[in-house]
């Protein structure tokens, strides 16, 4: 089982990069889809939440207005749509499934699958 990400890149600030996070292996059409990120010395963060069906989904604070997350469950796909990009955006980038087993959207303790990353890097 594999997600794998891509999309990431070296973009200006005030520009726009999409995220994809496509899984191998095994459809995750009944799993909540998360997307995580982690700067240097930090520790990984959620960006964004959807659920199985695509009618709920979480944004964190400091991306709200400007990402948006969108899933297509005949592709085994998620995306994140970014917007106005701030250097502060700058993280490498994951991708990751929700276990059934989890209690929180937000721990990332409660994800069972993990992309390898993609690097966004914001330049000011």
């Known amino acids: 089982v594999q997600l794998v990400e891509s999309g990431g890149g070296l973009v200006q600030a005030g520009g726009s990069l999409r995220l994809s996070c496509a899984a191998f292996g095994r459809a995750f059409s009944n799993d909540a889809m998360g997307w995580f990120r982690q700067a240097p010395g930090t520790d990984r963060a959620l960006v964004a939440v959807?659920?199985?069906?695509?009618?709920?989904?979480l944004l964190a604070d400091s991306v709200q207005g400007r990402f948006s997350i969108s899933r297509d469950n005949a592709k085994n796909t998620v995306y994140l749509e970014m917007n106005s990009l701030k250097p502060e955006d700058t993280a490498v980038y994951y991708c990751?499934?929700?276990?059934?087993?989890?209690?929180?959207?937000?721990?990332?303790?409660?994800?069972?699958?993990w992309g390898q990353g993609t690097q966004v890097t914001v330049s000011s």
């Open positions: 990751a499934a929700l276990a059934t087993t989890a209690t929180s959207w937000e721990d990332p303790t409660g994800y069972d699958y």
């Open positions: 959807i659920s199985w069906s695509g009618s709920s989904t």
